[in-house]
T-cell receptor, first 112, second 112 residues
Framework: SQTIHQWPATLVQPVGSPLSLECTVE??????LYWYRQAAGRGLQLLFY??????ISSEVPQNLSASRPQDRQFILSSKKLLLSDSGFYLC???????????FGQGTRLTVV | GENVEQHPSTLSVQEGDSAVIKCTYS??????FPWYKQELGKGPQLIID?????GEKKDQRIAVTLNKTAKHFSLHITETQPEDSAVYFC???????????FGGGTRLMVKP
């Protein structure tokens, strides 16, 4: 069966520090991968999506970047965090032939 | 691209009453409409979905209806229980892009 792992679950980082959130998927190959951000009480904002290794599309200009070094690994990064980067970050995947999306458990990032 | 509007943003019902959440979409090519439930501090999870070749689908206390002509679909929860309290998201996608567009979410509160 397919599973998605996202870590860490919570993170508190000072302004100006770097960020690296990792997401891995098991049990499938060549998935579409997504990073979403969710501000408190708000909807899902799509940040990045990837249809293959090294292929990253950005939906909104921001302080963040994403990379896909391996087929089932998706990384969200920042060189210098801003206070506005605080939020709940969710990784998700879709199979190529299946439109259902599966979400990780999320990372709550607090920038202080 | 696709645009999905979801209403209401918050909904409070008494335990045992029914709850209805409505979504409209803009892209007539969309043919897959899932609903996700997000509990506090967790990632969204699929609860029910419908494809454009059917008008209604039911799974115990939850049902989804789809009106392709009017481009709207709804989630119906009957006999609500406190554990139904969560944020619900609708979404839409087509087979071509396989990428889901989410509505803004509805915070459902079921009062005991």
């Amino acid at each position: 069966s397919q599973t998605i792992h996202q870590w860490p679950a919570t993170l508190v980082q000072p302004v100006g520090s770097p960020l690296s959130l990792e997401c891995t998927v098991e049990g499938t190959s060549n998935p579409n991968l997504y990073w979403y951000r969710q501000a408190a009480g708000r909807g899902l904002q799509l940040l990045f999506y990837s249809v293959g290794i090294g292929q990253i599309s950005s939906e909104v200009p921001q302080n963040l970047s994403a990379s896909r070094p391996q087929d089932r690994q998706f990384i969200l990064s920042s060189k210098k965090l801003l206070l506005s980067d605080s939020g709940f970050y969710l990784c998700a995947w879709e199979g190529q032939a299946n439109t259902e999306a599966f979400f990780g458990q999320g990372t709550r990032l607090t920038v202080v | 691209g696709e645009n999905v509007e979801q209403h209401p943003s918050t909904l409070s019902v008494q335990e045992g009453d029914s709850a209805v959440i409505k979504c409209t979409y803009s892209d007539s090519a969309s043919n897959y409409f899932p609903w996700y439930k997000q509990e506090l501090g967790k990632g969204p999870q699929l609860i029910i979905d419908i494809r454009s070749n059917v008008g209604e689908k039911k799974d115990q206390r939850i049902a989804v209806t789809l009106n392709k002509t009017a481009k709207h679909f709804s989630l119906h929860i009957t006999e609500t229980q406190p554990e139904d309290s969560a944020v619900y998201f609708c979404a839409a996608s087509d087979n071509a892009g396989n990428m889901l567009t989410f509505g803004g979410g509805t915070r459902l509160m079921v009062k005991p």
